[in-house]
């Protein structure tokens, strides 16, 4: 096993992989910016190294910088956490060819999902079902006029080295393909350096479903079942919850088949999510995220497994102890998003913190970095504070979901708890209704 994790990340995630490490007698090395030299994760690492100025290309992405703190720490592994250079298959590859082990999948395996239309192709061929679109990329738009009529409207057309919604445009009707896709392509161009795009069927109300699988890059595999994702905002989550509330147990134990054998089929290592849209009770693949992600906790709460643990494990090289059969959902968990952001414009509101209190009790968790006299930098990304609630019924979950939000207190900036409080008084979202659309509408109204 590693003697020493350097942790390539902050906030709470940071925290995340440090409290991994120390359960399993590992040293960590938090590395930081200069507006960060009093955060959280830098308190509590055994060991701490400045990468940089604030802006995070020259702190957080500066791979050399943190390169060089591995190298004089002497750690034996990076952890990259989610975000930042967590999906960078370059960053991946130098830190193996230093010696030093990537705690997530091969670099190969990192690129191949990062383009949209090489990860589609890859499990089309591993058995996963996907969106019905073009086979692979899509040169011109003259190209797209049959491929679209064959598909049938209405289309979209993305990004092959998208993500995030950007680069993405849906098509109604035939008239409006041309512009589309020129319009797409320039996009993906001018955003990502490549103007490669392919089409889809364009699903109008589907659910963002998602399934964690865990896999040693030795042929095992296992699936930790699903979260449901779907809402969201400017493609922004707000609030996950796990399992799906209205899948069927039949179809959530076939997809979660389908993702571990398709895992254990392309030597996938490391923990991995499928995305899927969910329509008509069908599954159509999407993406596959190759970290770990914001919203592994509700999965961790159902399942009872450390994710995080699993990765370092797998990367020092074990053999997966996880095994399919003694893997079973407990009960029902929910994550709230709390970003220091007014509740109502969603502007970022960072400052000082004068008073946190997190709630507890059984079934509560939360994972934040924040401390009452601690202030939140305008560099970084919003969010401060995962709410994580667990109970034996979805409805117990969300009584509790209620009691804990009421408890937790955030002073000196604005947060989205308010929100979040108006959501889960929400009947529709009580019940369990809603797509991945749902969301905006009640923010914009309600
Ligand atoms: C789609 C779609 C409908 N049909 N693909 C948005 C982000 C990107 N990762 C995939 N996205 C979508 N792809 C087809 N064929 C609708 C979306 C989409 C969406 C997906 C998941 C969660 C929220 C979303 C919000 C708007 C659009």
Redesign the pocket.
């Given at each position: 096993m590693f003697k020493k994790v350097l942790i390539a990340n902050r906030g709470e995630i940071a925290l995340r992989i440090h409290r991994a490490c120390k359960e399993m007698g590992i040293s960590t090395v938090a590395v930081h910016s200069t507006a960060d030299s009093n955060a959280m994760h830098v308190r509590l690492a055994d060991e701490s190294v400045c990468i940089g100025p604030p802006t995070a290309a020259d702190s957080y992405l500066n791979i050399p910088a943190i390169l060089s703190a591995a190298t004089v720490t002497d750690a034996d592994a990076i952890h990259p956490g989610y975000g930042f250079l967590s999906e960078n298959a370059n960053f991946a590859r130098i830190v193996e060819e230093h010696g030093i082990a990537f705690i997530g999948p091969s670099s190969d395996l990192i690129a191949t999902m990062g383009d949209?239309v090489a990860a589609k192709d890859a499990m089309k061929r591993a058995g996963v079902p996907v969106?019905p679109?073009s086979d692979g990329a899509v040169k011109t738009a003259a190209d797209a006029v049959p491929i679209a009529a064959d598909i049938g409207y209405p289309?979209?057309v993305?990004a092959a080295s998208?993500?995030?919604?950007r680069g993405?445009k849906?098509v109604q009707r035939p008239e409006d393909l041309e512009s589309a896709f020129n319009m797409a392509s320039t996009e993906a161009l001018a955003g990502f350096g490549d103007a490669t795009v392919y089409i889809?069927?364009?699903?109008?109300q589907?659910r963002?479903v998602e399934v964690q699988v865990i896999a040693d890059g030795k042929g095992n595999a296992v699936h930790l079942f699903e979260r449901d994702?779907?809402l969201?905002r400017k493609?922004q989550?707000v609030l996950e919850e796990a399992p799906c509330p209205i899948l069927d147990e039949a179809t959530r134990q076939r997809i979660g088949k389908v993702c571990a054998d398709a895992a254990a089929n392309l030597g996938y290592r490391s923990a991995g999510t499928f995305?899927f849209?969910f329509e008509n009770d069908e599954f159509?693949f999407?993406?596959m995220n190759t970290r770990v992600q914001v919203e592994h906790p509700v999965t961790e709460m159902i399942c009872d497994i450390d994710i995080v643990a699993e990765m370092i494990r797998i990367a020092a090289g074990e053999e997966m102890s996880l095994r399919q059969d003694d893997i079973r959902i407990n009960g029902h968990a929910f994550e709230c998003r709390i970003n220091a952001e007014d509740p109502e414009t969603f502007t970022p509101s960072p400052g000082r913190i004068v008073e946190f209190h997190a709630p507890g009790g059984l079934g509560v968790r939360v994972d934040s970095a924040l401390y009452a006299g601690y202030s939140i930098p305008p560099y970084y990304d919003s969010l401060v504070a995962k709410l994580i609630v667990h109970g034996r019924t979805r409805d117990e979950a969300l009584m509790r979901l209620r009691r804990a939000l009421g408890e937790m207190v955030v002073s000196g900036v604005s947060t989205t708890i308010p929100l979040h409080q108006r959501l889960a008084d929400n009947p529709s979202f009580i019940a369990g209704d809603y797509d991945?659309?749902w969301l905006?509408s009640f923010v914009a109204t309600d």
């Open positions: 949209k969106v679109g289309v979209i993305k998208g993500g995030g919604g993405m849906v889809e069927k364009f699903l109008g589907p963002h994702c779907s969201q493609h989550k995305e849209l159509y999407i993406e991945i659309h905006e």
